[in-house]
Every structure is written in C-alpha cells, then in structure tokens.
C-alpha cells in the first residue's frame, strides 16, 4: 500500500513538472510569436509615413538670365562707334545705360547688351529744311567765339557720310553737327551756333582750321542757302 503512494506521488510530480515546461516553452513562443508581429507591424507603420513624407520638389523651369556684357570706354570713344561695334541701335545703347546726351569719357563702363534691342524708327525722307535761329541758352562759364560758318551736306564730293566722331549722318540726316578744328574745339564738346543752334563738334575738314566751322545741313539747296556767314558760337561744355 505504502508502494502505491509512493508510486502515485511521483507520477504527480514528472507530470506536473513536464506540464510546466511544456506550458513555459508555448507561453514563450506564443511571446515570440507576438514581438515578431508587432515588430514588423511597427516597421510598416514607420516606412508608410517616411514615404508619404517624400515630397518630390519640382525643379524650376526658368533659367538664369545672362549677365549684360559691359563695355569700358577707351580715349576716342565714342557712342557711335561703341553701337555699331557692338551691333545695336544707338537708341538702345543710350536707354540701357540711362544717357540723354553724347558726352563720354575715358573710364566709364557701358553696358552693351540686353533682352532686345530698341527698334530704331526709319529716319524721315531728305527735304529742304528752313534753320531758324534759336535764343543762346543761359551756362555759366560758357566760352563765345566769333567764327566764319561754311555748310556741308553727307553727299559733298570726297565725303563718307560717316564724321570724324563717328555718326552716320547719311542714316542720321536729323542731327545737328558741325566740323571744327580739334585743336581748338575737341571732338564731342556741345556748342550753339549762332543761326543753327545748339549741335555737336562731331567732325573736321582739311580747310576747318582756327576759327572757322562748317554745320551740316540735309540738303543741297539748304547748304548752298546758309553760304558763308560770321556767326558767334558757345562752347556749353
């Protein structure tokens, strides 16, 4: 009998042990099981949200727009010249760089390109124009001489039509320029003429020396009209 109990005892006991191992290794495989799933569940969550976080950032589709190309002004400059080296309009050159005038000088830059080109307008057909004669204007300092005024067309014989400084005066027939001796009036100084009013020393001739100018007028008729006169002129710069 006392066999028996003995007997029973430890069949509890290999029984209740083994149940206890067995219950240990599915609870910690069911644990496993578990950490696994949440695990890759929490790396699907976290890959999700970095790739709506992506926002692909268009590119811009404007490019750059070139640097104008400035010009440094040498000694003998001059608008004209710089355009026409430069193929533009010398409208275009004047409003680029915010001139209202001709006067230039050895140092200063300007620019001479842009994103268009001022469309020059077509210059009036040549007629006979009547010069009439403008009030002096008031500058101080200003220099007066007393010269003899010959006249000139861009069509004389032996003539260009193209001036010392530079001016097309066949494609510029509206402008006011007159031929002096540079010894005594440089290139490109603003004067008023007394009967032709206020112009540009913008060109010389071979008899143009001392005190003698010659003003350019369009027309043949209006050049053999203005002959030979003694007129004042100013120098205004």
Known sequence: MLKLKIFLLAILFVGSTYLGVQGSVLANTVVQDEEFTILDYL??????????????????????????????????????????????????????????????????????????????????????IAVSPSPPPTVSN????LVTATAYTAYCEGCS?????????????????IAVDPNLIPLGTKVWVEGYGEAIAADTGGAIKGHKIDVF?????????????????KVLN
């Not at 007028?217 to 002129?233: F, L, Q, T």
């Open 43 to 128: 790396s699907d969550i976290i890959s999700s949200k970095e790739s709506d976080e992506l926002v692909e950032v268009p590119q811009s589709s404007k490019e750059l727009e070139p640097e104008p190309i400035v010009y440094k002004v040498t000694e003998g400059d001059n608008l004209y010249r710089i355009a026409r080296n430069h193929d533009i309009s010398l409208d275009s050159l004047l409003a680029w760089n915010g001139l209202t005038g001709e006067l230039i000088h050895p140092g200063d830059e300007l620019i001479v390109s842009g994103d268009g080109e001022l469309v020059e307008t077509a210059a009036p057909a040549k007629e006979k």
């Open 217 to 233: 007028i369009p027309s043949y008729d209006g050049a053999m009209e203005w002959g030979v006169r003694k007129v004042k002129m």
């Open 142 to 145: 200003e220099k007066e001489l």
């Open 161 to 177: 039509g193209t001036t010392a400084y530079g001016i097309d005066l066949r494609a510029n027939p509206n402008h006011k320029v």
